[in-house]
């Protein structure tokens, strides 16, 4: 008789992560479930009943220490065993008095990660000398990391930084924070390579003194979002203090192999609200960022490389993911987005379009084709046509536009739509305006309540 499949919850909210869990556990034989934040996973548990969780300790909103707590206070037992994975040691002691069955330190190795699972699915922890040989292989994959990384970035620097302190001026400007910067390990140190807002942040310092989680992200290879700095124990005090930073996110730069060789960071004095979809999009910028540096070291020529209009500009693939995480978030608030897609003569003014924008905030654009470009905005309001309306004007004044194909939506209007359709509504508007000799073709996207369904009106 086959013995049924074991369920694993997974509570991460970085993609990667939850993605090399399920393939080492799915491998092994088990069912795998994942939740993006802690809120989600605390759902997931009551309708699921999952047979173990494991838990990241650093999520937008609720983060995994409080999720111990909830756990316990909100669900009648039996309760899952909970493993918390972090690369944040300071936390062991607490997690563990929360009721934590185990502490596992990132990065953790497949064979590692296998044993523990089945250790914890019958409620055992692991030995001393099991836990003594998790922490020898963590650290001597972080050492590997540190010098691995130290001599591919030796190789691509001189190709890269032209582009990188545009892109993060664009970033920190895309997600309305004061500061956004790039760091690559050099010399086995994480130092500022290109960086845009805090004049602090100079090139060449090394983050050990002011951003010191980010050696954590390297090593770990995985990301980390802090609405609020202060309000974690472990980032107000000791060796992860963040000293004059309240809001902090940063996701790793991969090279081949998945090797973490940087970090890309936003940091801002003030606290902030963060949501999930906020770390995926930046994220799926990280991913982008780490292909353009393995492409680089390859040797491509710049006419081959992805974004090669220049900071703000994205490929399709990763365009659809990111405005459908802008769909999402639109969901969650109130406010409009808008979408176009341009067919133009000269694409390249479109990257100068969104760069000198009045409010780049949530404004980004992609590359289609030799004469085609999308661009898209999420405002807070029903600001978000007039905003495109505007910039496309300004283009019309700088080089020949010959048709646009838009596609606008509410929050109180939404359907359910996801980025790639949203971008292949905007693309079918554009033909029909081609077909009509130019112009401007428009698509207001509704839902309406009464009898339930989606539809589609000309503007």
Same mark, same amino acid.
């Given at each position: =008789?086959?013995?049924?499949?074991?369920?694993?919850?997974?509570?991460?909210?970085?993609?990667?992560?939850?993605?090399?869990?399920?393939?080492?556990?799915?491998?092994?034989?088990?069912?795998?479930?994942?939740?993006?934040?802690?809120?989600?996973?605390?759902?997931?548990?009551?309708?699921?009943?999952?047979?173990?969780?494991?838990?990241?300790?650093? =999520?937008?909103?609720?983060?995994?220490?409080?999720?111990?707590?909830?756990?316990?206070?909100?669900?009648?037992?039996?309760?899952?065993?909970?493993?918390?994975?972090?690369?944040?040691?300071?936390?062991?002691?607490? +997690?563990?008095?929360?009721?934590?069955? =185990?502490?596992?330190?990132?990065?953790?190795?497949?064979?590692?990660?296998?044993?523990?699972? +089945?250790?914890?699915? @019958?409620?055992?922890?692991?030995?001393?000398?099991?836990?003594?040989?998790?922490? /020898?292989?963590?650290?001597?994959?972080?050492?590997?990391?540190?010098?691995?990384?130290?001599?591919?970035?030796?190789?691509?620097?001189?190709?890269?930084?032209?582009? /990188?302190?545009?892109?993060?001026?664009?970033?920190?400007?895309?997600?309305?924070?004061?500061?956004?910067?790039? *760091?690559?390990?050099?010399?086995?140190?994480?130092?500022?390579?290109?960086?845009?807002?805090?004049?602090?942040?100079?090139?060449?310092?090394?983050?050990?003194?002011?951003?010191?989680?980010?050696?954590?992200?390297?090593?770990? &290879?995985?990301?980390?979002?802090? *609405?609020?700095?202060?309000?974690?124990?472990?980032?107000?005090? &000791?060796?992860?203090?963040?000293?004059?930073?309240?809001?902090?996110?940063?996701?790793?730069?991969?090279?081949?192999?998945?090797?973490?060789?940087?970090?890309?960071?936003?940091?801002?004095?003030?606290?902030?609200?963060?949501? +999930?979809?906020?770390?995926?999009?930046?994220?799926?910028?990280?991913?982008?960022?780490?292909?353009?540096?393995?492409?680089?070291?390859?040797? #491509?020529?710049?006419?081959?490389?992805?974004?090669?209009?220049?900071?703000?500009?994205?490929?399709?693939?990763?365009?659809? #993911?990111?405005?459908?995480?802008?769909?999402?978030?639109?969901?969650?608030?109130?406010?409009?987005?808008?979408?176009?897609?341009?067919?133009?003569?000269?694409?390249?003014?479109?990257?100068? /379009?969104?760069?000198?924008?009045?409010?780049?905030?949530?404004?980004?654009?992609?590359?289609?084709?030799?004469?085609?470009?999308?661009?898209?905005?999420?405002?807070?309001?029903?600001?978000?046509?007039?905003? @495109?309306?505007?910039?496309?004007?300004?283009?019309?004044?700088?080089?020949?536009?010959?048709?646009? &194909?838009?596609?606008?939506?509410?929050?109180?209007?939404?359907?359910?739509?996801?980025?790639?359709?949203?971008?292949?509504?905007?693309?079918?508007?554009?033909?029909?305006?081609?077909?009509?000799?130019?112009?401007?073709?428009?698509?207001?996207?509704?839902?309406?309540?009464?009898?339930?369904?989606?539809?589609?009106?000309?503007?």
């Amino acid at each position: =008789m086959t013995e049924p499949k074991r369920r694993i919850l997974v509570v991460d909210d970085s993609k990667e992560l939850q993605e090399y869990f399920r393939f080492v556990l799915e491998e092994a034989g088990h069912d795998v479930i994942s939740a993006l934040s802690a809120e989600e996973g605390l759902s997931q548990t009551k309708t699921l009943r999952p047979d173990l969780i494991l838990l990241d300790l650093i =999520m937008p909103g609720m983060d995994g220490l409080e999720f111990l707590t909830r756990l316990r206070s909100d669900f009648a037992p039996p309760i899952p065993p909970t493993i918390l994975c972090s690369g944040f040691e300071l936390t062991e002691e607490e +997690a563990l008095r929360r009721g934590a069955l =185990m502490f596992v330190r990132k990065p953790v190795a497949p064979e590692d990660l296998r044993e523990f699972v +089945a250790l914890g699915l @019958i409620g055992e922890r692991v030995s001393a000398e099991t836990a003594a040989r998790e922490r /020898a292989h963590s650290a001597a994959a972080r050492t590997h990391t540190r010098n691995t990384a130290t001599r591919f970035v030796g190789r691509i620097r001189g190709e890269v930084e032209q582009r /990188a302190a545009g892109q993060m001026a664009w970033l920190g400007a895309y997600f309305g924070v004061k500061t956004a910067l790039t *760091a690559l390990m050099e010399e086995g140190r994480l130092t500022v390579f290109a960086t845009a807002g805090d004049c602090s942040f100079t090139v060449g310092l090394d983050l050990a003194w002011r951003l010191p989680p980010c050696y954590e992200i390297l090593e770990s &290879g995985s990301s980390l979002m802090l *609405a609020d700095a202060s309000a974690h124990s472990c980032f107000s005090s &000791g060796p992860y203090r963040l000293e004059g930073v309240r809001f902090f996110a940063g996701v790793p730069l991969l090279a081949p192999e998945g090797l973490p060789i940087g970090v890309v960071c936003l940091v801002d004095a003030q606290a902030r609200k963060t949501h +999930a979809e906020d770390l995926a999009i930046l994220e799926e910028f990280g991913r982008q960022g780490s292909l353009l540096l393995r492409l680089i070291a390859l040797g #491509l020529p710049e006419s081959e490389l992805p974004g090669r209009l220049g900071p703000g500009m994205m490929l399709r693939s990763p365009l659809e #993911l990111v405005v459908d995480a802008e769909l999402r978030r639109l969901r969650q608030s109130t406010g409009s987005m808008e979408l176009a897609v341009v067919e133009m003569d000269e694409p390249e003014w479109m990257r100068e /379009a969104v760069l000198q924008a009045p409010n780049p905030e949530r404004l980004g654009a992609g590359a289609l084709g030799p004469t085609r470009v999308v661009v898209y905005k999420r405002h807070r309001r029903d600001g978000a046509a007039g905003e @495109i309306r505007t910039l496309l004007a300004g283009l019309e004044r700088t080089t020949h536009v010959r048709a646009v &194909g838009a596609a606008g939506i509410g929050a109180t209007q939404l359907p359910a739509v996801t980025g790639q359709d949203l971008l292949r509504l905007g693309e079918l508007a554009l033909e029909q305006a081609l077909q009509s000799g130019g112009g401007t073709q428009r698509l207001v996207l509704q839902h309406e309540v009464s009898g339930s369904r989606d539809v589609l009106s000309p503007a």
